[in-house]
């Protein structure tokens, strides 16, 4: 049974660049949300999706913005990098409206911003 | 919104002793938190979670307490082992948010042979 997998594992981008980040959730899990973790900090929330739509978001710009596919899988994507975006970003899965399941993590994509 | 206050941000303990982590949270609405361990390079993984409805759940050498009145919970590890050597972080959700986890920033754990 396949855990949360992310790609890449490690991505190096520059200023102003656009990246795009993916996850597939946890096998019997639709719905995904993402993290940014920067380093000596715990994750802070990005947004969630359901059903291909943004059910939830924390405080990030609209620089930060994702998509759910029909296989409950999902992008990250930062537009117009800065030297701040770099962090390890990453993605947890749950099942939609089932409060006593908790979210599953995967290893996260560290993304370096030069 | 939720503010979730965690420490101590490192603690070093003798392999077999215990390990206590303390958080604190702000919103008296939040009704379910987890524990998560980091190891290096590694995403998170959930050790233990607690709701609002229990004050105290056990699992082999991990415990969690809470205290809902004071807005606190706490992990207790006994009888370290090097193994436990991680970061460990709480979090704390809403019912109705509980995608939207809030993180503490993390507690260092060294166990020590």
């Known amino acids: 049974d396949a855990g949360v997998t992310q790609s890449p594992t490690h991505l190096i981008k520059t200023r102003g660049q656009q990246v795009t980040l993916r996850c597939s959730p946890k096998?019997?899990?639709?719905?995904v949300s993402w993290y940014q973790q920067a380093l000596g900090q715990g994750p802070q929330f990005i947004f969630q999706?359901?059903?291909?739509?943004?059910?939830q978001r924390g405080n990030f710009p609209d620089r930060f913005s994702g998509h759910q596919f029909p296989n409950y899988s999902s992008e990250l994507n930062v537009n117009a990098l800065l030297l701040g975006d770099s962090a390890l970003y990453l993605c947890?899965?749950?099942?939609?409206?089932?409060?006593?399941?908790?979210?599953?993590f995967g290893d996260g994509t560290r993304l370096s911003i030069l | 919104g939720e503010n979730v206050e965690q420490h101590p941000s490192t603690l070093s303990v003798q392999e077999g002793d215990s390990a206590v982590i303390k958080c604190t949270y702000s919103?008296?609405?939040?009704?379910?938190f987890p524990w998560y361990k980091q190891e290096l390079g590694k995403g998170s993984q959930l050790i233990i979670d607690?709701?609002?409805?229990?004050g105290e759940k056990k699992d082999q050498r991990i415990a969690v307490t809470l205290n809902k009145t004071a807005k606190h919970f706490s992990l207790h590890i006994t009888e370290t082992q090097p193994e436990d050597s991680a970061v460990y972080f709480c979090?704390?959700?809403?019912?109705?948010?509980?995608?939207?986890?809030?993180f503490g920033a993390g507690t260092q754990v060294v166990v020590t042979p």
């Open positions: 947890a899965s749950s099942s939609w409206g089932q409060s006593n399941q908790p979210q599953h």
């Open positions: 096998s019997g899990h639709d719905t």
């Open positions: 999706y359901y059903e291909e739509e943004e059910r």
């Open positions: 919103d008296s609405a939040s009704n379910y």
């Open positions: 607690i709701r609002s409805n229990v």
């Open positions: 979090a704390a959700a809403l019912t109705d948010s509980w995608g939207k986890l809030q």
